[in-house]
RNA sequence: CGGGGCGUAGCGCAGCCCGGUAGCGCGCCUGCUUUGGGAGCAGGAUGUCGGAGGUUCGAAUCCUCUCGCCCCGACCA
């Protein structure tokens, strides 16, 4: 492609909405331009982006036996209705109506319509398994679109889903997925880690994530590095401290301790260490009833997993703890508590604690050398409600943990047959009857994907693509193209042989000044660039270089292929 | 939705507090010069100051209402 019939459009300052790097990048170098919050157009020089990211899903899907087809992007409300999600999912859903007034949605996601296809066309278990995906633009409502393409409303996602006959076949197929996972990520240059997840509104049993790795990343990740293991930390299990609670040993002491809400300044001002401090949050449940979590003062609630033992629950409001606490608010405790009142749970780590320290349900008080049995009853329930930390025991007890961050570019779940029930896609098995098919499904954000990339691959002169998605591979770029002959016949002659061998190459045949051309290149993240000025000609040479090398080689104009490939291999 | 902030030329911003008829840098157009790291000089174009209403002789500036956008929290590929 030459540069004087494509269009590139770069900024030297990006516009001020955007903050994340990978965001700004992509508004400087042209690739994406913004129609309105969550709403992207991909420019032709993004779009080559996209469609190698869409190829290689693509191809990879293929390749392990997927089906490709295409779904409408409008659905029908009744489909929704029938699955229950019409109402669950409910603001992040584009409810459109028609002429005739009746209700549709613009597709978040496909399962009630696969499932439609799937009860239609499967009546036997000699189908299965089956497992189709589309490449199609998607659609959600979210409550705060941000940081360009990697959370926009409107965006391009692989989604598949398979059926099965029984869980075996679905299991056999999730680690075909999870293989293939692994493979398109890895051909896409990028660095990422797949891991154990919660199932979140789509529901089912088991799961993973694949995340890019980036510090910038919205999730964080628990992995092992002895032992391998990994699970987003919404799921990483946080194990009991080993061994037994101590006895009692200190007397139940009150002690004043104005100002001092906070477990940290809490623990400064008695001098004691903070795994010493009890804290307590009360919850509500779903029922609007309150629960009392204990936590040690040294560790966080993980939400999810307190979610799943006081179901709806969320944190209690300033009027909720003064109905039920009083003024004691920053000095509340399971000490004194009504407990046919409210519920107490605690965290594993915060049951074991002995002679701990919490607040006295009177301000501005705590109590030490409180324990439990002694001083308040044991908690109704103890369970893991902490978000695990770095340097906690791998829950495979294989080692130590560590964290670090991820963007969420693709997830597979085990459905089984939450979908297939409520949506009747059932078969007739080999003994002649009618059974639910086991499902999966398996998601890969494509224009995430491109914005992960850059996160995790760019400097401060702009994005450095992974050869596999560039929007092209290698640039040619001449010095004085208009004023020298001799550079504008050795950039034609570079450019047909590139181009013979098989190379994605532009030639930047624009009129504009060096600096101009070179730090474009940097921008646009180009893997490779051969710069072509009369200078090196004099010599019979040309300039090759890496986006990430320090510096240039000269090389002869013939050994350009050569190099380039020597290059790509290495 | 809760909390913060911003809407002035294509982009980045100043002007607003203290009303007086809109400016800077980049970009864009023309010409000349320049040409290996985002050029120089000269000339030029571009604004319903987000929108509506109000106060005033006069509003980008003050008041009210609205719309849009960005950032921080709970959701997701």
């Known amino acids: 492609m030459r540069a004087s019939q494509f269009f590139i459009s770069t900024l030297k300052e990006a516009p001020g909405e955007a903050e994340l790097v990978s965001h700004r990048l992509m508004l400087r170098a042209g690739l994406i331009r913004r129609l309105g919050s969550g709403l992207y157009t991909w420019m032709p020089l993004g ?6 990211v869409e190829n290689i899903v693509r191809e990879e899907m293929d390749r392990a036996g997927a089906l490709e087809l295409l779904m409408p992007a409008v659905i029908p409300a009744e489909l929704w209705q029938e699955s229950g999600r019409w109402d669950k999912f409910g603001p992040q859903m584009l409810k459109i109506r028609d002429r005739h007034e009746r209700d549709f949605l613009f597709g978040p996601t496909h399962e009630e319509v696969i499932c439609d296809v799937a009860r239609k066309e499967i009546r036997s278990y000699r189908q299965l398994p089956v497992n189709w995906y589309q490449i199609q633009s998607k659609f959600r409502d979210e409550i705060r679109p941000r940081f360009g393409v990697m959370r926009a409303r409107e965006f391009l996602m692989k989604d598949a889903y398979s059926f099965h006959e029984d869980y075996a076949s679905l299991e056999a197929t999730y680690q075909r997925m999870y293989a293939t996972y692994s493979a398109i990520f890895t051909r896409l240059g ?12 789509i529901g089912g049993s088991g799961s993973h994530e694949f995340h890019v790795l980036a510090d910038s990343g919205e999730d964080a990740i628990a992995w092992c590095p002895d032992s391998g293991y990994a699970a987003n930390v919404e799921l990483a299990e946080a194990l009991a401290p080993a061994g037994q609670r101590a006895a009692a040993g200190a007397a139940l002491t009150r002690v004043p301790t104005p100002g001092k809400t906070g477990n940290a300044e809490l623990a400064e001002f008695l001098g004691i260490a903070l795994a010493q401090t009890l804290k307590a949050l009360l919850l509500i ?11 040690r003062g040294d560790h966080q609630l993980n939400e999810i997993k307190a979610n799943k033992v006081v179901p709806d629950m969320r944190l209690a ?6 109905e039920h606490f009083g003024d004691a608010k ?13 519920r107490v749970i605690a965290d594993r780590s915060a049951a074991l604690l002995a002679d701990f320290c919490c607040g006295a349900n009177e301000a501005p008080f705590h109590l030490t050398g409180v324990n439990f049995g002694r001083d308040c009853p044991e908690p109704d329930l103890v369970a893991d409600l902490r978000t695990v930390e770095a340097g906690d025991p791998s829950p495979d007890g294989g080692g130590t943990l560590e964290i670090c961050r991820g963007i969420e570019v693709g997830h597979i779940f085990q459905l089984r047959t939450r979908y297939s029930e409520a949506m009747q896609v059932t078969f007739l098995d080999r003994n002649g009857s009618a059974t639910p ?14 914005a992960a990339a850059i996160e995790q691959n760019h400097d401060e002169r702009g994005i450095i693509f992974p050869r596999a998605i560039a929007p092209f591979e290698v640039a040619i770029v001449p010095m004085g193209l208009a004023r020298s002959e001799a550079v504008r016949a050795a950039a034609e002659t570079a450019y047909d042989a590139l181009r013979a ?9 624009r009129d504009e000044r060096p600096g101009v051309l070179l730090a474009d290149q940097e921008l646009l993240g180009i893997p490779f660039r051969v710069v072509i000025g009369e200078r090196g000609l004099k010599e019979g040479l040309v300039e090759f ?3 990430r090398d320090a510096e240039a080689r000269k090389i002869a104009p013939a050994d350009l292929v050569a190099t380039l490939k020597a290059a790509i291999a290495h």
Do not use: N, W
């Open 501 to 509: 061998a098989g190379f994605d190459v532009l030639l930047d045949d």
């Open 437 to 450: 098919a086991e499902m999966g499904c398996y998601g890969i954000g494509v224009s995430r994907v491109v």
């Open 330 to 342: 920053g000095y509340i405790g399971p000490v004194g508590v009504d407990r046919s009142r409210v």
């Open 317 to 322: 409001s300033d009027a909720e703890i003064r």
């Open 285 to 295: 449940d779903g029922q609007g009833r309150p629960v009392l979590a204990l936590m």
């Open 545 to 547: 270089q890496g986006r």
């Open 190 to 201: 990028l660095h990422f880690r797949a891991v154990a997840a919660d199932t979140g509104a």
């Open 47 to 52: 779009l080559r982006v996209l469609r190698k």
